[in-house]
């Protein structure tokens, strides 16, 4: 049973409450949008935690205490975008150091690494991260990073977390997990081994389509006091408003993470049993490579759904083209189910890279709403 101290507090109520307070001043109930840039002190050095609101704001510490809790973090850092909060991670790397990525990694993750950090001297090599052998050859010296994300995007691959950290510690390589698509109810990297996390808060953590965020969370204090520094140096930190929004969307992110599970597990059956379909990727799928891992470190298989069409990229295109309740857009994780087709969208900036998708290959991100409705508005775009 739960207990009333907040480390004992099952998920939900740790989504609610964790750093959130009643405001001790009014004692409202949300935490208020603090948009004061700057804290009276009483004498120099002497304030009440805040000064300057680059550093520290009320609204982002709230945010930053919540969601460090449900990763099971000591410490949380809240930034603009998931691309800030991995330009903080990569950015701890030096010219001539090397980080290994999986060879379906998000594309901005691909590109920061390859275009902008490559200019600055840092190498890398893309490796198919459910096999630890592969993983092990491409270690070498200068390696600092493995980048991992599970399940992957748009493949939906599995990478068994505990596995890449036992092959990447032994050489002493950091670990950084991804968690954007499982998000912290389905799956704890730092439990499983991790050094740092990272999420795009855009996608299942704001949950709304209305907010660009990012996040890091991790226990490890040097990791902690580097990335906190860069968090101020460089800037890159969050409105109030959107700290807002990201608090009042993960208040619900387990029962949105539960109808999103229970929609994608029914899409994913529907499609696999689709004359149009040729391949449909899903983790919870028995016949999918990474069942049983994601089975033993993810709650759930999550609510992203990915498909080959048996026309191919003709094919593709008109299916996407023709859902009326899955909207065609980029992006992922929010009440709205989206569908896209990654070759020329998400990952038109991998085209000729490894990175590069099947142009057949279609991604769903399933939405909250009624099933029903999901699986006729598939059946007439798969029929057109
Ligand atoms: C969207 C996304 C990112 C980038 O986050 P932004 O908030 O768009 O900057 C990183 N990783 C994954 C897996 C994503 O889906």
Do not use: I, K
């Given at each position: 049973m739960s207990g009333s101290s907040s480390e004992n507090w099952g998920f939900d109520t740790r989504a609610i409450h964790v750093g959130q307070e009643p405001d001790e001043a009014t004692g409202a109930i949300t935490v208020p949008i603090?948009?004061?840039t700057t804290f009276v002190q009483a004498?120099?050095?002497?304030?009440?935690?805040?000064?300057?609101a680059r550093t520290s704001n009320p609204t982002r510490v709230a945010l930053e205490r919540c969601v460090a809790g449900l990763e099971g973090a000591e410490h949380g850092m809240a930034f603009a975008s998931g691309m800030a909060a991995e330009d903080a991670v990569v950015g701890m790397m030096r010219p001539g150091d090397h980080v290994v990525l999986g060879t379906d990694a998000y594309g901005g993750t691909f590109r920061l690494i390859d275009r902008v950090y490559g200019e600055r001297g840092i190498e890398w090599s893309a490796v198919d991260l459910a096999d630890q052998d592969a993983l092990a050859a491409a270690i070498r010296p200068e390696t600092r990073q493995v980048w991992v994300e599970t399940p992957t995007n748009p493949m939906l691959a599995v990478v068994d977390i505990s596995a890449v950290a036992d092959v990447a510690h032994a050489s002493g390589v950091d670990v950084v997990v991804d968690n954007t698509f499982a998000t912290p109810y389905l799956q704890n990297p730092l439990e499983l081994g991790a050094d740092a996390v990272v999420h795009s808060s855009t996608k299942y953590l704001g949950g709304h389509s209305d907010v660009v965020g990012g996040f890091i969370a991790v226990n490890r204090e040097d990791l902690a006091e580097r990335l906190t520094f860069v968090q101020n140096a460089v800037g890159a930190v969050p409105s109030p408003f959107d700290c807002y929004l990201l608090l009042r969307g993960v208040k619900t992110l387990g029962v949105r993470m539960d109808r999103h599970c229970d929609n994608a597990q029914a899409v994913a059956e529907f499609l696999a049993g689709h004359p149009a379909i040729d391949r449909v990727l899903f983790p919870g799928l028995p016949d999918h490579p990474g069942f049983e891992v994601a089975a033993r470190q993810m709650r759930r298989p999550g609510g992203m759904v990915s498909f080959v069409h048996a026309g191919g990229e003709a094919a593709a295109v008109a299916a996407v083209s023709a859902t009326k309740v899955f909207r065609l857009a980029e992006s992922l994780g929010a009440v709205e189910s989206l569908i896209e087709?990654?070759?020329?969208?998400?990952?038109m900036s991998v085209a000729d890279s490894p990175l590069a998708v099947d142009p057949g290959l279609v991604r769903l991100s399933v939405g909250i709403e009624t099933i029903d409705d999901l699986l006729a508005d598939l059946e007439q775009a798969l029929s057109s």
């Open positions: 603090h948009l004061a004498a120099p050095g002497q304030h009440q935690g805040f000064e300057y087709q990654p070759s020329t969208m998400t990952h």
